[in-house]
């Protein structure tokens, strides 16, 4: 990624909101920093409103406020994906997200081309993709692995029950088994771990969503779990590419209030890009123990190598109760590493790209990002997804 400040511009509001020491201030910010202006949520103004005024508070046991931030851009949830909308015992599945499921893993070999006799797109799929279909992505015969070739090709018996593949061969049983419906079908006896997305959010802080998350994390709770943190440093130092899932990532919701703890924290840059009227969410997690610093004499920030930055883009849509809501779309990861020089002789110097970086393709009822591994036609990932 890039170091130019005109860049990247990283103006970190809510670090700013969190009113960090004045080390921070001048080194991150600049001089003239000043802290965002924020407003209380209402539910912790009732809260301070129902104390009796000659009470005096326990400031030990009181629980840090986390207020909303005024200078945002509103981007309430849609009903559906809060839990107040969410049934307990099944979950409807669509079946455009089986297909593009399929497509993630299957596509270069059954949508882009006629490998083994078959090719499917989504008005075929539920009249080609078959129970034979589901037997070769269950079978342990090394002749018919699905898929047949890579470092993903193996038994299916040895797969883990958290497998992308094994998600796969669950939802079309049971999209089999209901008699292949074109547009949706309902998930039932659900593994516990399927019950509650993490990205399903209650009513309060769905409806609180900005730009800039759902309110500024008080500085007492940032950084705080020492233990995740340190175990997602560790991964992403070794990493050679991103997990299948989001939730397995920094951004284990889109709750300011629990993503703090983690040292997720989101920003916006003074100025944005157009993107066909898209809004934006980003945040930044920064190895523990370490800072983004910017030198006001070169204009350039310095990144500790496996930052990673998270940029999740919504739609504007129209609820089913007539509301404007926002949609989650696709959620960006850049796992920012210093390039490596491979040939350092002037004039045409040479580096290797060493960042990873990849888009998490968001479901339609919003309850999981899978990473995007549609293979360009010469096999390289990946290809856009149109959105209709």
Not at 166 to 178: F, Y
Not at 181 to 188: G, N, Q, S
Not at 215 to 237: E, N, R, S, W, Y
């Amino acid at each position: 990624m890039a170091n130019n400040a005109r860049s990247c511009v990283l103006v970190l509001l809510l670090c700013a909101a969190c009113q960090k020491s004045a080390t921070l201030s001048d080194g991150l910010l600049g001089e003239g920093w000043k802290p965002a202006t924020t407003r209380a949520r209402s539910d912790a103004a009732v809260a301070d409103a129902s104390v009796d005024a000659g009470t005096a508070k326990d400031a030990g046991a009181s629980k840090p406020s986390c207020p909303t931030p005024v200078a945002s851009d509103p981007l309430p949830a849609r009903a559906a994906a809060m839990t107040s909308q969410s049934g307990a015992d099944q979950t409807e599945i669509f079946t455009r997200d089986l297909f593009n499921l399929f497509r993630s893993h299957c596509g270069a070999c059954h949508v882009d081309t006629n490998r083994g006799g078959l090719q499917v797109n989504l008005s075929s799929f539920p009249a080609t993709v078959t129970q034979d279909s589901l037997n070769r992505i269950l079978s342990d015969d090394p002749s018919r692995y699905m898929p047949p070739s890579g470092p993903d090709a193996k038994a299916f018996s040895t797969r883990s029950p958290g497998d992308p593949v094994v998600e796969l061969a669950t939802l079309l049983e049971q999209w089999l088994g209901a008699g292949s419906p074109p547009d949706r079908f309902v998930l039932v006896n659900r593994d516990v771990s399927m019950q509650q997305s993490p990205y399903q959010l209650d009513k309060r802080v769905g409806m609180a969503l900005t730009n800039l998350g759902s309110c500024i994390p008080p500085k007492q709770i940032i950084g705080t779990d020492h233990a995740a943190m340190d175990t997602l440093d560790k991964f992403f130092a070794a990493a050679t590419q991103l997990p299948d899932k989001l939730q397995d990532t920094d951004l284990v919701s889109l709750d300011a209030e629990l993503l703090a703890p983690q040292g997720v924290i989101a920003f916006a840059p003074a100025y944005t890009l157009w993107a066909d009227n898209a809004k934006k969410m980003r945040a930044v997690r920064v190895p523990r123990g370490q800072a983004i610093t910017f030198d006001k004499a070169t204009q350039r920030f310095t990144i500790p190598a496996n930052t990673r930055f998270y940029k999740t883009f919504l739609k504007r849509v129209v609820d089913d109760d007539g509301s404007v809501r926002y949609r989650k779309i696709e959620t960006r990861l850049i796992v920012s590493r210093p390039d490596e020089p491979t040939y350092n002789l002037a004039p045409h110097p040479r580096s290797a790209t060493k960042s990873l970086f990849g888009t998490y393709v968001w479901n339609d009822a919003e309850t999981e990002a899978v990473l995007l591994r549609d293979p360009l036609r010469n096999g390289q990932p990946w290809r856009d997804h149109l959105l209709t």
